[in-house]
């Protein structure tokens, strides 16, 4: 697995504060980036609603870093 495909708490205030109205975490040719789901290219990692459901609307830090560790999991059980 290449180091930018590994899911970071850093990916996840990005994703929380994105303007995009659908926004996802998606794996794109080892790179975790975030895109409009509408138009998302690439794995799904996860999407804003589901860190709201996880987290909350307002995560703290440490919720964001158990989230990233635990999708970084999932991203390396796919071969990421």
């Known amino acids: 697995m290449s ?20 926004a996802r975490l998606v794996l794109v040719e080892g790179r975790v980036e ?3 789901g509408a138009q ?7 999407s804003r609603l589901e860190v709201f459901r ?15 560790a635990a999708l970084s999991v999932a991203v390396d059980a796919l071969g990421g």
């Not at 929380?16 to 659908?22: E, K, Q």
Request: hydrophobic content about 35%.
């Open 54 to 68: 996880t987290a909350g609307r307002e995560p703290t830090d440490d919720d964001l870093d158990e989230q990233a």
């Open 3 to 22: 180091p930018g495909s590994v899911v970071t708490a850093e990916h996840l205030p990005s994703l929380v504060a994105s303007p995009l109205p659908d």
């Open 40 to 46: 998302a290219e690439g794995i799904e990692v996860t």
């Open 34 to 36: 975030v895109q409009d």
